[in-house]
């Protein structure tokens, strides 16, 4: 069920990276940051490593230097996956943390950002994440949705999906492989009431946009322009 790909290149977790805060939110522990004055939220979802990866929370923090209220819940409860633990591979992970709860966890988070004065909330999420997004892009209250390198995620979740929604994918990718990809995006333009979005980027594995090498600067690039892209999609439909 899961590829050896969901796993690569780990990231040193630190709760106390990025320039924003750890509180409770909407019964959550959660990585904030931005301002509420500009009333548009972004939530993001992790991958399977969890809401204390630095470059996601960097990543996060882009986000709100582009005009947006971002928050980070740790849906995983505080038990990211870990690749050195033998006694619990993946597999046997993913079991006790299934993406219907992470949808389900993440009500109450997009009701207190309304709470707050939100008034337009997009999603975006990672690898686990995206499944997570795939469930509550089907909802009307959601403004935009971005999937980056998505695992489990369907042709029956795209065909479902009701907010304006971005794919950008992977060219090395065994979780969402182009050919899925694709699939989705067929699915998408016979759905001319949802804006979309689908790209696949040429030479870069699963995971890259949150887990790339800092040292590689092609691989830092095509990072960076999925950021852009994504906040591009935020800035055209969350508003």
């Known amino acids: 069920m899961s590829g050896p790909q969901c796993c690569e290149n780990p990231p040193t977790l630190s709760s106390s990276s990025g320039v924003g805060t750890v509180e409770n939110f909407g019964g959550l522990k959660t990585y904030i940051t931005g301002s509420l004055d500009s009333k548009r939220g972004i939530l993001l979802v992790s991958d399977i490593f969890g809401f204390e990866a630095p470059k996601l929370r960097k990543l996060a923090d882009k986000v709100a ?25 993946l597999q046997v992970w993913i079991k006790t943390h299934g993406a219907d709860k992470g949808s389900d966890d993440a009500k109450p988070v997009i009701a207190a950002l309304e709470s707050k004065g939100i008034s337009a909330v997009g999603i975006a999420g990672f690898c686990w994440g995206a499944k997570v997004v795939a469930q509550l892009a089907k ?14 995620v369907t042709v029956d979740d795209i065909k479902e999906v009701k ?3 971005a794919v950008l994918g992977a060219e090395i990718d065994k979780m969402s492989p182009p050919e899925l990809v694709k699939q989705f995006e067929e699915v998408l333009s016979a759905k001319p009431e949802v804006d979309s979005h689908v790209k696949i980027f040429p030479g870069v594995a699963h995971g890259w946009t949150v887990r790339y090498n800092e040292e590689d600067e092609a691989a830092v690039k095509s990072a960076e322009e999925a950021h852009q892209d994504m906040i591009g999609w935020f800035t055209k439909h969350v508003k």
Do not use: C, Q
């Not at 971002?70 to 619990?88: G, I, K």
């Not at 909802?139 to 489990?152: E, G, R, T, Y």
């Open 65 to 89: 230097s582009a005009g947006f209220y971002v928050v980070v819940p740790d849906f995983l409860y505080a038990d990211p996956y870990d690749p050195e633990n033998s006694e619990r591979p």
């Open 163 to 165: 907010a304006p929604i």
């Open 139 to 152: 909802a009307d209250n959601i403004k935009a949705a971005v999937m980056l390198h998505p695992s489990f």
